[in-house]
């Protein structure tokens, strides 16, 4: 909508994980680190907790794509699931081709077949679930299960847990007080500092190609830090609900004012600010509109 406005090739500011963005603030790259020094030493289990909209996600996509050719990876966006269906999740993320109607045992087999066939292959498979604060208490004993496989020399399986904190008092239940402590590895997501935002606007902005001047003004900045706390998934979309209102008044810069009434907005969603947003949008779009007519007619 107004990426050519403002000289964009695409949005910025979207809270789709796309690894393209990954921002590197001293929080994700040391989570990173550990991710991939936990990899490569082969543990079992690797937790990374963070609150809501601390970039979970993005980590976990991001941890995958910078592994090496020699792991292979299984993702799981949603284990809410019991035992056997979480099983079936694995198998199918590892290519497996089963009977409709296989029965525990040979699911379990077949498992354990395909992680031997790649170990052999000289593969380390690790499996990424997220949301792992929802996955039931019996999945996550047959998760331990799972890493009981091993050669001589390390893990046929390594999982990493993806969760919101309250993941922590998940593992503290006697019934999975093995699986706790296997995980030897850990880190908790933060959210941005105040000096983080001003790098990770302007990184998003550099990705989705804007090359001007500052496009956020520093009260701007000031005032989007203290509506989101630093959260990336909010000022993703506050950053992009104060583009927009930019646009539609037809600025290059965004203003503290911007900010505050996409804060307004975001907070308090009953208030109606899009309608007169809409409006001004309209207008500059049929205005293009006719400017691009009257080029056509010439």
């Not at 996509?61 to 910078?66: E, G, N, Q, S, V």
């Not at 990493?160 to 850990?186: C, K, M, W, Y």
């Not at 309209?282 to 293009?288: D, I």
Request: proline fraction near 4%.
């Amino acid at each position: 909508m107004y990426e050519n406005h403002f000289g964009l090739r695409e949005v910025p500011f979207s809270i789709t994980p796309d690894t393209s963005f990954f921002f590197t603030s001293p929080h994700s790259q040391e989570a990173l680190n550990t991710l991939l020094v936990a990899a490569k030493s082969g543990e079992g289990f690797i937790k990374i907790t963070g609150e809501v909209g601390t970039g979970k996600t993005l980590l976990c996509r991001k941890f995958m794509a910078t592994l090496g050719e020699e792991f292979v990876t299984a993702y799981i966006p949603n284990p809410y699931l019991e035992p056997r269906t979480l099983m079936l999740a694995l198998a199918d993320e590892l290519e497996l081709t089963l009977a409709r109607d296989v029965d525990q045992h040979q699911l379990l087999k077949s498992i354990n077949f395909r992680l031997l066939e790649l170990a052999r292959q000289g593969k380390q498979v690790v499996l990424c679930l997220d949301e792992a604060q929802a996955i039931p208490v019996e999945s996550l004993e047959a998760l331990r299960l799972l890493t009981n496989l091993e050669t001589e020399k390390r893990k046929l399986l390594q999982i990493v847990l993806f969760g919101q904190p309250e993941l922590n008092s998940h593992l503290q239940a006697d019934s999975i007080r093995q699986l706790a402590q296997r995980i030897t590895f850990h880190y908790h997501l933060g959210a941005l500092t105040r000096d983080d935002l001003d790098y990770y606007l302007a990184h998003r902005l550099r990705v989705a190609g804007y090359a001007g001047a500052r496009l956020f003004s520093r009260s701007a900045v000031r005032k989007l830090f203290t509506a989101t706390g630093g959260i990336p998934r909010l000022v993703n979309i506050m950053s992009n609900k104060a583009l927009m209102l930019a646009y539609g008044e037809g600025r290059q810069q965004v203003e503290r004012r911007h900010v505050a009434l996409a804060a307004s907005d975001t907070v308090a969603p009953q208030r109606v600010l899009w309608p007169w947003l809409a409006g001004a949008a309209g207008v500059a779009v049929a205005a293009a509109a006719v400017g691009l007519t009257w080029v056509l007619t010439k």
